[in-house]
């Protein structure tokens, strides 16, 4: 018997779906407490999107440093400290998360660490340690992200590792197997490559970054190639053997059995939701058959007060998606009319092209029954893109072929990860390719692809034939 504590919304995870959902909620006048058992920031600050950008952007440069010489610069004895680069990165995780804890208490939202565990519909205990707390609530946020999958065959260990151990390598390993070459798998083998790690990626579907357009893939396939890397396709990974200081992996390749010795094994095979341990039989929460929590338009669960957002309900699992559902949850329940919108929501892989994407490929669009006109413009017809050295790749800007509106776009290509904002906005705004191409882009700037492509998607293309 503890004194329970009320409050009015209660938020559980301080991933960017929590920790966003706690501030609008906050900033709508309800009284805020979040519950985290780890860190702040959840996932993607402490061991996702962040770190895992970090050590790309390191992994590059060295690469560009040691590879500039067309350029005219040599660079002799360039050499990695990768406990500096660590060092580095978790400077950026710390700058970020304690951004995070100043926001929240700028914001007048109570932070409580421990873990959270439904009683019923209106009550939570909070476990820390030796301590437990109960809490009232109006209303709650369920925002408790997602962990890797382990696969049976591969039991995580100090060298079969997930996403967390690959990014907090002390050294940079001489040899590595990836199994799976989803977007992680290709982010972390990219970086390590950069960073010179014989990379082997084991992937069963057809091509790597399952997802993306075939064309897109293709690209970033090439380059780890040309770094390197061995990239297998419909390989089927068997198991892993511990030796004294590494691994044996065995997968099958067009029925042939391989055997790789490695220093480490990164398992990116799919990440799984934090829903099993939360007490949501208590409450009598509806999940999915794949055991995601089933929401409706407002974020909210099949129990009216209790909402979800973020890797525990359908959609992609990204950072965006769950602060977009953060705001939309929290505005909900201060009786706002928001619904999800997911139209416009980009998806991005910081690969070596870049690929990025936001609403409609033209092959969904044929799918729907939609006629479209699917304008591509090169990165090599750029002059930005060729002062930067990289001209690998095109934009490709899909519109609704009886007016004009933009309905869709992809690009493989430096700085693609930015870019797609503007045609993020082009959806969400509802404009036509000509409403771009009438845009005056900055000369020389890779924006100036998107205008070229909304120019061949209405016929009248400066600078291609
Ligand atoms: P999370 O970030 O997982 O946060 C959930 C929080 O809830 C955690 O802090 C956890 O400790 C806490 N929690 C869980 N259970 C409880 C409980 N019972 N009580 C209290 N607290 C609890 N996405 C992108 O958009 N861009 C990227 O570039 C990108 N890169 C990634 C790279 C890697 C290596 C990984 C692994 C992921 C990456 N992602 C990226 C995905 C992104 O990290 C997730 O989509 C995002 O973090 C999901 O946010 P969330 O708020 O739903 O959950």
């Not at 082997?200 to 970054?209: F, K, T």
Request: charged share 25%.
């Amino acid at each position: 018997g503890d004194f329970p504590i009320e409050t009015d919304t209660i938020v559980i995870g301080a991933g960017p779906g929590g920790y966003v959902a706690a501030i609008r909620a906050a900033q709508l006048g309800q009284k805020v407490t979040i519950v985290e058992k780890g860190n702040l920031g959840g996932v993607c600050l402490n061991v996702g999107c962040i770190p895992s950008k970090a050590l790309i952007n390191a992994g590059h440069r060295y690469e560009e440093a040691k590879s500039s010489e067309h350029m005219g610069i040599k660079a002799e004895n360039v050499t990695v400290d990768f406990t500096k680069v660590q060092e580095w990165k978790e400077s950026i995780v710390k700058k970020l998360t304690s951004g995070v804890e100043g926001l929240l208490k700028g914001n007048k939202v109570e932070i409580v660490k421990g873990e959270a565990y439904f009683v019923d519909a209106n009550t939570i205990r909070v476990m820390d340690e030796n301590s437990a707390q109960t809490y009232k609530f109006k209303n709650a946020i369920i925002a408790t992200g997602s962990r890797p999958i382990e696969l049976p065959t591969f039991k995580f260990s100090d060298r079969v590792i997930d996403s967390t151990g690959a990014l907090n390598l002390k050294e940079v390993p001489k040899k590595m197997v990836i199994i799976g070459g989803g977007v992680i798998g290709v982010e972390l083998g990219t970086a390590y490559a950069n960073f010179g790690t014989k990379v082997v990626i084991v992937e069963g579907a057809d091509e790597i970054i399952p997802g993306f357009e075939k064309q897109m893939s293709a690209l970033v396939k090439r380059n780890l190639k040309k770094k390197g890397v061995e990239v297998h396709t419909k390989a089927m990974a068997k198991g892993v053997e511990e030796t004294k200081d590494g691994v044996k992996v065995t997968f099958e390749v067009k029925g042939e059995e391989q055997v790789v010795e490695a220093d480490y094994v990164l398992v990116t095979v799919g990440r799984r939701p934090n829903t099993d341990e939360l007490g949501l039989e208590q409450v009598g929460i509806e999940m999915t058959e794949r055991g995601l929590i089933k929401i409706d338009k407002q974020c909210r669960t099949s129990v009216p007060n209790i909402y979800a957002i973020g890797d525990i309900v359908e959609g992609p699992a990204l950072a965006h998606k769950a602060s977009y559902e953060g705001k939309i949850a929290a505005e909900a329940i201060s009786g706002h009319p928001s619904e999800i919108d997911y139209t416009a929501i980009p998806a991005v892989v910081f690969s070596e092209p870049e690929l990025a994407s936001v609403g409609y490929t033209e092959k969904q669009a044929k799918d729907d029954g939609i006629e479209v006109i699917a304008a591509k413009f090169p990165f090599a017809a750029n002059g930005r893109a060729l002062s930067l050295n990289a001209t690998d790749g095109f934009m490709k800007l899909v519109t609704r072929k009886e007016d004009g509106l933009v309905i869709g776009a992809q690009i493989a290509g430096p700085n693609a990860s930015d870019m797609i904002a503007e045609l993020g906005l082009a959806i969400e705004a509802g404009m036509t390719a000509e409403d771009i191409a009438l845009t005056i882009h900055a000369h020389p700037t890779l924006g100036e692809i998107t205008m070229e492509a909304a120019e061949v998607a209405i016929g009248t293309p400066v600078h291609i034939i």
